[in-house]
């Protein structure tokens, strides 16, 4: 089965420190990567897209992808409490039909503490 | 860009009504859009695939008789929730790409919480 695997947390990180949130994903063929916001009774917004290995880096965000591990990572620097909320992974997979899926990893919940 | 407005914001129906929710694609065309449901502190759950001019594609599990979903024009998509019952209250999203889904985000609207009383 086709999968979307994210620790469900929650990640208790300090003010000011760097949260680092995991994905893993099965389908290898895979080829575009999201990471979404999701605060508590509201509907997600996109945080960051990526598509090719490497870094990708949008002021306090940076999205990391390994294709190679099938892993892809958020990093959050200078958390701020304002961050604090669930972080859904998200990877287009290719359905047993052809045609794409978003799928959803379970989301991480973030916590920052003053 | 890329605003995607989903109607009502929320929603209480006694049990055995039926409920519509839209889902509106206001500056740009989507072929495809996509009803997820979010159960309290649980991940989305994608329920089906709403096509432009042709039948919807259920996930496994979703019962198409009873979620009815019509996109009958390239910005609107509706989705019928019939005969409710408390067991369907839940957080109804739905969501559109600008582009193909190879290389483009998901847009959602603001979601739906339907109560069933």
């Known amino acids: 089965q086709k999968e979307v695997e994210q620790n469900s947390g929650p990640l208790s990180v300090p003010e000011g420190a760097i949260a680092s949130l995991n994905c893993t994903y099965s389908?290898?063929?895979?080829?575009?990567f999201f990471w979404y916001r999701q605060y508590s009774g509201k509907s997600p917004e996109l945080i960051m897209s990526?598509?090719?290995?490497g870094d990708k880096e949008d002021g306090r965000f940076t999205a990391q992808l390994n294709k190679a591990s099938q892993y892809v990572s958020l990093l959050i620097r200078d958390s701020q409490p304002s961050d604090s909320a669930t972080y859904l992974c998200?990877?287009?997979?290719?359905?047993?039909?052809?045609?794409?899926?978003?799928?959803f990893g379970r989301g991480t919940s973030l916590i920052v503490h003053p | 860009g890329a605003v995607v407005s989903q109607h009502p914001s929320r929603v209480i129906c006694k049990s055995g009504t039926s409920v519509k929710i839209e889902c509106r694609s206001l500056?740009?065309?989507?072929?495809?859009m996509f009803w997820y449901r979010q159960f309290p502190k649980q991940s989305l759950m994608l329920m089906a695939t709403?096509?432009?001019?042709?039948?919807?594609?259920?996930e496994q599990g979703v019962e198409k008789d009873k979620f009815l979903i019509n996109h009958a024009s390239l910005t609107l998509s509706t989705l019928t929730v019939t005969s409710a019952h408390p067991e369907d209250s839940s957080f109804y999203i739905c969501?559109?790409?600008?582009?193909?889904?190879?290389?483009?985000?998901?847009?959602f609207g603001n979601g739906t919480r339907l109560t069933v009383t």
């Open positions: 709403s096509n432009e001019g042709s039948k919807a594609t259920y």
């Open positions: 969501s559109a790409s600008v582009q193909g889904l190879y290389n483009s985000p998901l847009h």
């Open positions: 990526i598509y090719s290995n």
């Open positions: 500056d740009f065309q989507a072929t495809t």
């Open positions: 389908d290898r063929v895979s080829q575009s």
């Open positions: 998200a990877v287009t997979l290719i359905s047993s039909g052809g045609s794409y899926i978003p799928t």
